[in-house]
């Protein structure tokens, strides 16, 4: 599975973005979970938000809850993270992210197969 994130870009805080992260060469299917990860300038790949394989339960960081929303569309093998309200500390590149079925380790990039190469989200104050 070959990721391609799109959608980054400038926006001034309490905008809002549509990430979008497009499948190619396998397809996501339901047995796939898939999340976003972030990673500003000297720190870590921190976790964003993941959707389970089949029951479709999201996940999300304490950081990003009530404003990000994670979304998948089978038929268009895509991945989708609505980021409203956004504040500068979101500031990041968004790394789209899959593995076959679930992990409890959801939130470790260890823990994911397939990755794309992200998209710059800059929230200007």
């Known amino acids: 599975v070959q990721l391609q994130a799109s959608g980054g870009g400038l926006v001034q805080a309490g905008g809002s973005l549509s990430l979008s992260c497009a499948a190619s060469g396998r397809a996501i299917t339901r047995s796939h979970t898939v999340a976003w990860f972030r990673q500003a300038p000297g720190n870590v790949r921190e976790f964003v938000a993941a959707?389970?394989?089949?029951?479709?339960?999201?996940y999300y960081a304490d950081s990003v809850k009530g404003r990000f929303t994670i979304s998948r569309d089978i038929a268009k093998n895509t991945v989708y993270l609505r980021m409203n309200n956004l504040k500068p500390e979101d500031t990041a590149v968004y790394h789209c992210?899959?593995?076959?079925?679930?992990?409890?380790?959801?939130?470790?990039?260890?823990?994911?197969?397939?990755w794309g190469q992200g998209t710059q989200v800059t929230v200007s104050s």
């Open positions: 992210a899959a593995r076959l079925y679930f992990h409890v380790l959801y939130w470790s990039p260890d823990e994911y197969t397939y």
């Open positions: 959707s389970r394989e089949n029951s479709g339960s999201t």
